[in-house]
C-alpha cells in the first residue's frame, strides 16, 4: 500500500462530517416519509450479491460499470450497482408470499464506476421506490405523481419532470436493422441533445432516410402537451403513434392532478437502464446541469429471473438534491 493512501479516498468516494451528513438524512427522512404516507413499505437489500443478478438486469453498457470480484470461495459477487435489479429478484423469488400490487422503497448507496465529471461519482446515495403489479396508465401516473410529491416535500421551489417513452423511439428503429451498439450511441447522443454529433454518426450507420429523419426530429419534441400532438401526427408506425397516445393519457391525468406545470414533455429521453419498456422519468432543479432523479417503467425485467409482473419505479440522488438545495442563490 502506498503511504498516501492512508490518508486520501479512491476517486469518485467523498466523506461527509457533521452538517453535510445531517443534509443528507434530513433530505432521507422527508423522501421517505412522503412515501410511508402513500402506503409504501421498506425494504433493506444486500451491498453486494452475485453478479449475475446485476448482470442479468445490465444492458446498454452498464456490465462495464458494475465492481465485482471473487469472493474467498470463488464466488463471483458485484457491489450494489442498482437497487431495481434486486428488487426484481427479490420479487421473483418470494411472489408467492406477496400481494400485488406491491409498493416498496429503498435508501442506500449504490456502486457505479464512472467517468469523474461533474455530477458524476462513483458511490451514489439513492432513495427510491417501486410499485409492481400495477399495469400501464394508473400505475405510471402514480409514479410520477410521487416523485413530484416528495420532491415538494423538500421545499425545493421549482423543480421539472421531464417524461418521454422508449416505445416512440423503438417504433421508429424498428426496422432499421442498427445494431445494439449503434442504438446506445445515438440514446447517449440524444440524452446529450449532441444534433451535430448525432447527424454525424447517422450519416456513417446510413439508416432508411425516415428513420434518420424521425431520430434527429427527436430533439424538436420537446415543451407541453401540443409536443404530443405533433408528435402523434409524425409517427412513424402503429408502435410509435401507441406510446405518444400512452404519453398524452399519462399527460392529461397529471394535469387533472394539477402537476402540468412540472411537467415537460422529451421524447429524446431515452437513455437509462436499458431494462426500461415505457415511459421515462428524469427529475431536474434550475440551476443543476443533471437530474436529481430518473425512472420508468420495466414490464419485462422481472421475467429475467422467472416471474413476469409489469412494475414501475423511480429514484432520487441524494447527493445531488443536497446540491441543489445548498447551492448559493443566483
Same mark, same amino acid.
Given at each position: 500500500?502506498?503511504?498516501?493512501?492512508?490518508?486520501?479516498?479512491?476517486?469518485?468516494?467523498?466523506?461527509? /462530517?457533521?452538517? %453535510?451528513?445531517?443534509?443528507?438524512? *434530513? $433530505? !432521507?427522512?422527508?423522501?421517505? @416519509? +412522503?412515501?410511508?404516507?402513500?402506503?409504501?413499505?421498506?425494504?433493506?437489500?444486500?451491498?453486494?450479491?452475485?453478479?449475475?443478478?446485476?448482470?442479468?438486469?445490465?444492458?446498454?453498457?452498464?456490465?462495464?460499470?458494475?465492481?465485482?470480484?471473487?469472493?474467498?470461495?470463488?464466488?463471483?459477487?458485484?457491489?450494489?450497482?442498482?437497487?431495481?435489479?434486486?428488487?426484481?429478484?427479490?420479487?421473483?423469488?418470494?411472489?408467492?408470499?406477496?400481494?400485488?400490487?406491491?409498493?416498496?422503497?429503498?435508501?442506500?448507496?449504490?456502486?457505479?464506476?464512472?467517468?469523474?465529471?461533474?455530477?458524476?461519482?462513483?458511490?451514489?446515495?439513492?432513495?427510491?421506490?417501486? /410499485?409492481?403489479? %400495477?399495469?400501464?396508465?394508473?400505475? *405510471? $401516473? !402514480?409514479?410520477?405523481?410521487? @416523485? +413530484?410529491?416528495?420532491?415538494?416535500?423538500?421545499?425545493?421551489?421549482?423543480?421539472?419532470?421531464?417524461?418521454?417513452?422508449?416505445?416512440?423511439?423503438?417504433?421508429?428503429?424498428?426496422?432499421?436493422?442498427?445494431?445494439?451498439?449503434?442504438?446506445?450511441?445515438?440514446?447517449?447522443?440524444?440524452?446529450?441533445?449532441?444534433?451535430?454529433?448525432?447527424?454525424?454518426?447517422?450519416?456513417?450507420?446510413?439508416?432508411?432516410?425516415?428513420?434518420?429523419?424521425?431520430?434527429?426530429?427527436?430533439?424538436?419534441?420537446?415543451?407541453?402537451?401540443?409536443?404530443?400532438?405533433?408528435?402523434?401526427?409524425?409517427?412513424?408506425?402503429?408502435?410509435?403513434?401507441?406510446?405518444?397516445?400512452?404519453?398524452?393519457?399519462?399527460?392529461?391525468?397529471?394535469?387533472?392532478?394539477?402537476?402540468?406545470?412540472?411537467?415537460?414533455?422529451?421524447?429524446?429521453?431515452?437513455?437509462?437502464?436499458?431494462?426500461?419498456?415505457?415511459?421515462?422519468?428524469?427529475?431536474?432543479?434550475?440551476?443543476?446541469?443533471?437530474?436529481?432523479?430518473?425512472?420508468?417503467?420495466?414490464?419485462?425485467?422481472?421475467?429475467?429471473?422467472?416471474?413476469?409482473?409489469?412494475?414501475?419505479?423511480?429514484?432520487?440522488?441524494?447527493?445531488?438534491?443536497?446540491?441543489?438545495?445548498?447551492?448559493?442563490?443566483?
Amino acid at each position: 500500500m502506498k503511504p498516501h493512501h492512508l490518508h486520501q479516498l479512491p476517486a469518485g468516494l467523498k466523506d461527509y /462530517l457533521f452538517e %453535510e451528513a445531517q443534509r443528507r438524512r *434530513d $433530505v !432521507e427522512h422527508a423522501i421517505t @416519509a +412522503a412515501l410511508r404516507q402513500q402506503g409504501y413499505r421498506e425494504i433493506i437489500t444486500p451491498t453486494f450479491e452475485h453478479w449475475e443478478v446485476f448482470a442479468a438486469a445490465g444492458r446498454n453498457g452498464w456490465h462495464d460499470k458494475i465492481y465485482r470480484f471473487l469472493d474467498r470461495e470463488g464466488n463471483l459477487v458485484a457491489l450494489r450497482s442498482d437497487f431495481t435489479a434486486q428488487v426484481a429478484r427479490l420479487v421473483a423469488h418470494k411472489h408467492a408470499a406477496l400481494t400485488l400490487p406491491l409498493r416498496l422503497f429503498y435508501s442506500g448507496k449504490v456502486f457505479r464506476f464512472e467517468e469523474l465529471h461533474a455530477g458524476r461519482s462513483r458511490e451514489c446515495w439513492q432513495v427510491g421506490f417501486e /410499485l409492481l403489479g %400495477e399495469t400501464g396508465l394508473q400505475g *405510471d $401516473v !402514480e409514479a410520477v405523481a410521487l @416523485a +413530484a410529491q416528495a420532491l415538494r416535500a423538500l421545499q425545493l421551489g421549482a423543480f421539472q419532470i421531464n417524461l418521454g417513452t422508449i416505445g416512440y423511439f423503438n417504433g421508429i428503429v424498428l426496422e432499421a436493422r442498427l445494431t445494439p451498439e449503434q442504438l446506445n450511441e445515438i440514446k447517449r447522443l440524444l440524452s446529450h441533445k449532441d444534433a451535430d454529433t448525432l447527424n454525424e454518426f447517422l450519416l456513417q450507420v446510413a439508416p432508411p432516410s425516415a428513420v434518420r429523419q424521425a431520430l434527429t426530429g427527436l430533439m424538436q419534441w420537446h415543451g407541453r402537451r401540443d409536443i404530443l400532438e405533433q408528435a402523434r401526427a409524425a409517427a412513424p408506425n402503429a408502435q410509435a403513434g401507441a406510446a405518444v397516445d400512452h404519453l398524452t393519457e399519462v399527460y392529461d391525468r397529471l394535469e387533472a392532478l394539477g402537476l402540468s406545470e412540472h411537467v415537460v414533455i422529451d421524447l429524446s429521453e431515452v437513455q437509462g437502464m436499458g431494462y426500461y419498456s415505457g415511459i421515462m422519468i428524469k427529475a431536474y432543479v434550475p440551476g443543476l446541469g443533471y437530474e436529481v432523479g430518473s425512472g420508468g417503467r420495466y414490464d419485462h425485467l422481472l421475467s429475467q429471473f422467472g416471474y413476469d409482473c409489469p412494475a414501475v419505479g423511480f429514484s432520487f440522488d441524494v447527493d445531488r438534491l443536497v446540491e441543489a438545495m445548498t447551492r448559493p442563490a443566483g
